[in-house]
């Protein structure tokens, strides 16, 4: 049994058959989950994370089973531990998503789990599912990762999504990491010691125009807002790094914008339209990633 816990735990020839998979699932209809049950039991606000599992688990001819408020809605308002709901969610269903508001919840519950447990998302931890689709995107929308300068641009420091995508990253060649974030919210020592470790090239600026201009990729994210101790300290960091129009058509000519979304105000709409701008079909590709690594877990 494998759970899905951390984006560390990918090694490249999964990487590559994980995303061969997921090509095959955009243009054909491959059904080998029927009967099979996917339980999503989500303790923080979600869209595409769940959506594009409940999609994914739908289309591959699979059932789902769903909490999408679990912290009011499931049986944790009465007093319930995260360890008894998974044991016995785990008995409804053969494989359980979840999201949780504590960095270490998955790898929490995956220990009592029954079935495989994909995390879909812990706290400030990781979010390994999002760093697949990530790494899946630069294949589609660039042809390979091996080489590439990727910029990862505002909340390094709590989100979870940069901090996936970045451990992913070091299982390529010859990657330069640009890490773009004001002081305040730098990436974490952790992980930055791991992708050099890995063999990243890391760079670090606080500016965004310096930061992006060399890059084959930049990945946007937003401040989470969530994350932060005061209101006041959020309200001091917001609107530091927004992503122009004019700062797009600036970048290298074959640069791709990317966004794991939800976006507030750090990328312009006006940049929707630009031919760089890759951020939905990032969210679309979603479905056909978690396709494959629904089968990859029950296999
Ligand atoms: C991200 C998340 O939840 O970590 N969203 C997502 O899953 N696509 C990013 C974010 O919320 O900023």
Redesign the pocket.
Same mark, same amino acid.
């Given at each position: 049994m494998e759970h899905i816990l951390d984006a560390k735990q990918f090694d490249r020839k999964t990487i590559e058959a994980l995303c061969a998979r997921a090509r095959q699932h955009e243009t054909r209809r491959i059904q080998r989950m029927k009967g099979k049950v996917m339980a999503t039991l989500f303790y923080e606000p979600?869209t =595409?994370?769940r959506f594009s599992f409940e999609s994914a688990m739908l289309r591959l001819g699979g059932g789902v089973i769903s909490s999408e408020n679990a912290h009011d809605s499931s049986s944790s308002a009465k007093g319930e531990t995260l360890e008894d709901t998974i044991r016995v969610v785990g008995g409804y269903a053969d494989v359980i998503v979840m999201r949780h508001f504590e960095a270490g919840a998955a790898e929490r519950a995956a220990r009592v789990s029954p079935v495989p447990l994909i995390n879909a998302?812990d706290g400030a931890g990781q979010?390994p599912t999002?760093a697949l689709l990530d790494a899946y995107t630069i294949f589609r929308e660039r042809g390979g990762i091996d080489g590439a300068h990727v910029a990862l641009v505002g909340d390094l420091k709590h989100? =979870?999504?940069a901090r996936s995508l970045l451990a992913i990253l070091g299982v390529f060649k010859n990657v330069t990491c640009t890490l773009v974030a004001p002081e305040a919210l730098r990436m974490e020592n952790d992980i930055r010691a791991y992708a050099q470790a890995q063999g990243i090239t890391l760079l670090e600026t606080d500016d965004l125009e310096e930061g992006i201009q060399s890059a084959d990729v930049v990945y946007m994210?937003?401040l989470?807002k969530e994350r932060f101790n005061t209101p006041a300290e959020y309200e001091g960091l917001k609107g530091q790094y927004i992503l122009t129009r004019a700062l797009v058509d600036s970048m290298k000519n074959d640069a791709i914008v990317m966004h794991?979304?939800?976006r507030v105000d750090e990328i312009d709409r006006e940049v929707d339209t630009s031919p760089k701008a890759r951020y939905f079909r990032q969210a679309e590709y979603g479905t056909y990633v978690r396709m494959a690594l629904l089968e990859h877990v029950l296999r």
């Open positions: 979600s =595409r994370t998302g979010h999002q989100g =979870r999504a994210t937003r989470q794991p979304l939800p």
